[in-house]
């Protein structure tokens, strides 16, 4: 019985780690994380995968309650310095994704109410030109992170991905269970640059 017991919360705690999907329209959104904020600090970043199974269409705006204002962002390169920027919304091309990823488009959330706590959550709504809105769970990863804690690695295709200019440490393979390691094609990547 005991047996049974922890195999049932076993299976419970797996399914809760798993990364969860939100869908609006043909559009899905999954991943989403915000850093965790250090000390006093007044502005965050949040991050997430946006899939598109449909026309072209533009997400426009995002609302959360952690922040006073609430902006979509990327980041641009003048000279040798790396500046954020407001962008007026980010194009979701037709059966296609964009990912919103650390160096790159972002949700900025700014005039923080309190720091953003490793493992919290909160509510963000997106919304989007055709398929209008959808609120997901943040979840807060450590300050840092580049990924999602819990992240589906499965998702992801590697099959094309340059890897050298990645940190050896951030990479977590050692996690995965040998079966899902099988259905990557590793056969490109180069995990021995830095």
């Not at 609006?24 to 904020?37: H, N, Q």
């Not at 003048?78 to 650390?102: C, F, H, S, T, Y």
């Not at 488009?105 to 919304?127: I, Q």
């Amino acid at each position: 019985m005991k047996q049974l017991l922890l195999a049932a919360t076993l299976i419970l705690t797996a399914a809760s780690a798993q990364a969860a999907d939100w869908s609006v329209g043909s559009i899905t959104v999954s991943d989403p994380f915000a850093r965790a904020t250090a000390g006093k600090a007044k502005a965050g970043g949040g991050f997430l995968m946006i899939t598109n199974k449909g026309e072209a269409d533009r997400l426009v705006a995002a609302r959360a309650d952690v922040s006073a204002t609430t902006e979509l962002h990327t980041h641009i390169h003048e000279g040798n310095v790396m500046k954020m920027r407001q962008v007026e919304a980010i194009d979701v091309p037709a059966n296609g994704e964009v990912a919103l990823q650390p160096g790159g488009f972002h949700v900025m959330f700014m005039g923080l109410n309190g720091p953003l706590k490793k493992g919290e959550t909160f509510p963000l709504e997106l919304t989007f030109e055709k398929a209008g809105k959808v609120t997901v769970d943040v979840s807060i990863a450590s300050i840092g992170a580049k990924t999602a804690p819990n992240m589906d690695h499965s998702k992801m295709d590697h099959s094309e991905m340059d890897h050298s200019t990645m940190d050896k440490a951030d990479m977590k393979h050692d996690d995965m269970q040998q079966g899902d390691m099988e259905k990557h094609d590793h056969g490109k990547m180069d995990h021995s640059k830095n």
